[in-house]
């Protein structure tokens, strides 16, 4: 076994969350083109995203290694039923506290930053701690 | 409007079951395969990452439309 093989990862979490941010900045201005509410919608469908995401990623990486797999499987399960909670918590909150709403913006953003966030995973993937 | 209450569980509760059935067949295989190879957990771990992430994309967005359809269509 070498030490490369037994090394955890390192989560670029920072990186991947800097550039959803950029996305969702990028959406949010493009939708300012339509009007200024529509620009606001956006910018809050790719947080309720981004949110839950951060933090689906955090947990998930709170156990490594063989001995911790059952934890690490556990926590797996309870981050997707937080991020699943807090994504419905997130669209229930602005339908119902955000008034007045554009909803094609709003979830035209999140769909495009779900989209981007598994492409995201697969381009810049955790690193090797050395 | 009842019917509009009726679609939104119908959304939720199929993203919910296809969640659950995706994630328990990848944290089996996640735990079989760790015990198999433990020296290849992490990288395993990083796949399962990625996975969950494209497994859980479309219950998401089923999750969006069925907020829309309670607090918006149906309020």
């Keep these: 076994m070498t030490r490369s093989t037994k090394a955890i990862m390192r989560l670029p979490l920072l990186q991947w969350l800097v550039i959803e941010m950029a996305a969702v900045i990028t959406l949010s201005l493009l939708w300012l083109f339509v009007s200024r509410l529509a620009g606001y919608s956006a910018f809050i469908g790719g947080l309720i995203f981004v949110i839950p995401n951060a933090y689906f990623a955090h947990r998930m990486y709170r156990y490594q290694g063989a001995r911790q797999a059952p934890m690490m499987v556990g926590n797996m399960f309870r981050a997707e039923g937080v991020k699943l909670a807090l994504t419905a918590v997130g669209f229930a909150a602005v339908f119902i506290l955000m008034e007045p709403v554009h909803v094609p913006a709003l979830l035209f953003t999140f769909a495009v930053m779900v989209v981007l966030g598994g492409a995201l995973r697969f381009l810049i993937q955790p690193k090797r701690q050395l | ?75």
């Design chain 2, 1 to 75: 409007m009842e019917i509009v209450y009726i679609a939104a569980a119908i959304i939720l509760g199929s993203g919910a079951l296809a969640t659950g059935i995706g994630f328990a067949l990848l944290g089996g295989k996640l735990l079989e395969s760790s015990a198999r190879q433990p020296e290849m957990a992490p990288q395993l771990q990083t796949k399962t990452f990625i996975m969950a992430g494209l497994l859980d994309a479309v219950p998401m967005i089923g999750v969006g439309i069925a907020m829309y359809l309670i607090f918006v269509v149906a309020g």
